[in-house]
């Protein structure tokens, strides 16, 4: 029951993760969810700090609420499923890898936050040094490889700040070809950054990565591990 679900948590609040990882898969019976939370609340202050989530995600299909309508709004991602209007959201050294399942209704899925919703000037949301591997299987709406969708609500001027973001363009899915698909309002930015998969297991790829202390860099057919 519930209306979120997560690898490590449902709904998180005031929270800091350091050093977590998630290896499982999660079973979406929920409206929103992300390898290591589904939500994050409205107004709250949360810490990602070189955190993981390597699981497979899928979302509910051809579900149905309490009054027999079509559950038709779902969030999934590999790390956080929503944010949204005041979050102050700081994500650092973490990357998602495994498949992301959506179902047939609309819904937003990305690599590392699925949906960014209604974003008003008191957010903050930080994300700096992470990438997302990810495959993908369905969807309709809001679909990208790091980031599903970012919506400001009008008039608003939240602080968005994206450094060294990378994706893996063998998706699998030509429904995500792009790092970014979000509001018109917000224009893509330039620091997420698409790489093949030879280039995702070379470590000079990784600008900004610190391979001395936080990251073990790829090798073989690997790509960067955290230590």
């Known amino acids: ?37 589904g939500l994050s609340g409205n107004a709250d202050s949360v810490t990602f700090t070189r955190v993981s989530s390597t699981g497979d995600i899928s979302n509910r299909t051809g579900q149905f609420n309490a009054l027999g309508d079509p559950m038709s709004f779902s969030d999934v991602a590999g790390l956080i499923g929503y944010v949204g209007q005041t979050n ?40 700096h040094n992470c990438y997302a591997a990810n495959t993908f299987s369905g969807g309709r709406i809001g679909a990208g490889a790091a980031f599903g969708n970012i919506n400001i609500r009008s008039g608003e001027s939240p602080s968005i700040t994206f450094t060294n973001i990378y994706w893996n363009t063998a998706t699998g899915s030509g429904d995500h070809i792009t790092g970014f698909n979000g509001d018109t309002a917000f224009s893509a930015p330039t620091q997420i950054i698409a790489l093949s998969p030879a280039q995702m297991q070379d470590a000079s790829s990784f600008v900004g990565f610190d391979f001395t202390n936080i990251w073990w860099p790829p090798v073989g057919n690997a790509y960067p591990l955290l230590r």
């Open 1 to 37: 029951s519930g209306t979120r679900i997560g690898g490590i948590a449902a709904s998180i609040i005031g929270a800091t993760f350091n050093e977590v990882h998630n290896h499982g898969n999660v079973a979406n019976n929920h409206p929103i969810g992300g390898g290591a939370a």
């Open 88 to 127: 102050q959201v700081s994500i650092s050294d973490c990357f998602s890898t495994g498949l992301l399942t959506g179902g047939p209704d609309e819904y937003d899925i990305g690599g590392l936050i699925a949906d960014l919703y209604d974003l008003q000037s008191a957010a903050v949301i930080a994300v």
